[in-house]
């Protein structure tokens, strides 16, 4: 796209765009790649064919050419999302709630037909939401697989399915606090938080990606994979409990998927222009209390929305949402209110509560 910085801050979300690609050669190209005036003319003969006019409003030009194709992207969006609910039913029924697949069947039903969730679909820039939390359900699908058969087989998928979620969008870090809290709670048996295995590894992979981050350009492109492929796999093979193996896998993804990017765009941090760019940056002209204030707030906006959709917005940008102090009532309700449902995990997680915990996992 004869841009090396498609992303502000360099992010590199690569797969939903390669998606993009295959399907524009099935839909067709410009011969010479620039959009003009004659577009429109799909079949070079000259004449305004009728079949051209792709949104029948009579007038053919570049548009006609720029929407052709539509239903074709939108088709593989359903498609995908069809595919993203069949995966999260089969985590949910077959690994996690084995005993409750009706439960999971209604959640999947409202799940798919949440506004906060159709949204996703109906919008096709929004493909990278779709492709990274499929991917990010393939890992744990193939995580909890390895967890009962012990094959080798399934670590390689993890490994390669978190890559892939993390070319989709970088959501996929948070596998690395999702998978072992999962663990905690429906495998206990499968992992221990005092194990110096798992702390070791953890610390090694966040070394190595501050390390690449920081450092990419100074001689460590090729000493941080190796300090953390060698070390990190004596601590993994050597270890008791399974979650190891898989967190180290993680690792090795996180790694692949950094080279890949930093390899790709201009990977400097540019966080002042960030802090510079009001499109970027809706907090740019909050103060640092007003700033931390709103995203409080906002988070109990998003809790909102699960339960009551409306209004929903194309554009969260700046002053969409006021800003908030902490002399506002959102902020200390937002608090309180996800400050709570932590303390009722820890509190349901106790071996006396077992079966309001699967109730509450339920809700």
């Known amino acids: 796209m004869c841009s090396s910085d498609l992303l502000p801050g360099g992010r590199y979300r690569p797969l939903s765009q390669?998606?993009?690609?295959?399907?524009?050669?099935?839909?067709?190209?410009?011969?010479?790649?620039?959009?003009?005036?004659?577009?429109?003319?799909?079949?070079?003969?000259?004449?305004?064919?009728?079949?051209?006019?792709?949104?029948?409003d009579g007038i053919y030009n570049e548009y006609d050419f720029m929407i052709r194709g539509a239903g074709l992207r939108h088709l593989i969006n359903v498609i995908l999302y069809a595919?993203?609910?069949?995966?999260?039913?089969?985590?949910?029924?077959?690994?996690?709630?084995?005993?409750?697949?009706?439960?999971?069947?209604?959640?999947c039903i409202l799940f798919s037909v949440h506004p906060l969730h159709t949204e996703v679909a109906a919008n096709i820039k929004s493909r990278d939401e779709l492709l990274s939390l499929i991917f990010i359900l393939a890992t744990m699908l193939f995580s909890f697989r390895y967890l009962k058969s012990g094959t080798k087989k399934h670590l390689f998928y993890v490994g390669l399915f978190m890559l892939l979620a993390l070319l989709s969008k970088e959501y996929a870090l948070l596998l690395f606090i999702i998978l072992p809290i999962t663990l905690f709670v429906f495998e206990p048996s499968k992992i221990s938080f005092k194990?110096?295995?798992?702390?070791?590894?953890?610390l090694f992979t966040t070394i190595a990606t501050v390390a690449f981050i920081w450092f990419f350009n100074s001689g460590t492109l090729i000493a941080v994979p190796l300090l953390f492929l060698y070390g990190g796999y004596y601590f993994a093979k050597t270890s008791k409990f399974p979650i190891t193996k898989i967190v180290y896998l993680l690792g090795v993804s996180l790694?692949?998927?950094?080279?890949?990017?930093?390899?790709?765009?201009?990977?400097?941090?540019?966080?002042?222009?960030?802090?510079?760019?009001?499109?970027?940056?809706?907090y740019m002209f909050a103060s640092p209390t007003q700033e931390l204030a709103s995203k409080i707030s906002v988070l109990l906006n998003y809790f909102k929305l699960f339960f009551l959709p409306s209004?929903?917005?194309?554009?969260?940008?700046?002053?969409?949402?006021?800003?908030?102090?902490?002399?506002?009532?959102?902020?200390?309700?937002?608090?309180?209110?996800?400050?709570?449902?932590?303390?009722?995990?820890?509190?349901?997680?106790?071996?006396?509560?077992?079966?309001?915990l699967q109730s509450l996992a339920y809700l």
């Open 195 to 202: 194990e110096v295995n798992f702390w070791v590894l953890l």
């Open 18 to 56: 390669i998606s993009f690609a295959i399907e524009q050669e099935f839909i067709g190209t410009i011969p010479d790649g620039v959009s003009n005036n004659q577009s429109w003319d799909i079949n070079q003969n000259g004449v305004q064919d009728q079949i051209e006019d792709t949104n029948e």
């Open 311 to 356: 209004p929903l917005l194309a554009d969260y940008s700046y002053d969409t949402i006021p800003y908030a102090t902490f002399q506002s009532v959102s902020v200390w309700i937002s608090l309180f209110l996800f400050f709570g449902l932590f303390l009722s995990a820890i509190f349901l997680r106790s071996e006396e509560h077992t079966s309001e």
């Open 83 to 107: 595919l993203l609910v069949l995966l999260i039913y089969h985590v949910l029924a077959f690994f996690l709630f084995p005993s409750a697949k009706d439960m999971v069947f209604f959640a």
């Open 255 to 282: 790694i692949t998927y950094l080279g890949l990017r930093f390899s790709a765009t201009i990977h400097e941090l540019k966080v002042e222009s960030f802090k510079g760019d009001i499109i970027a940056n809706p």
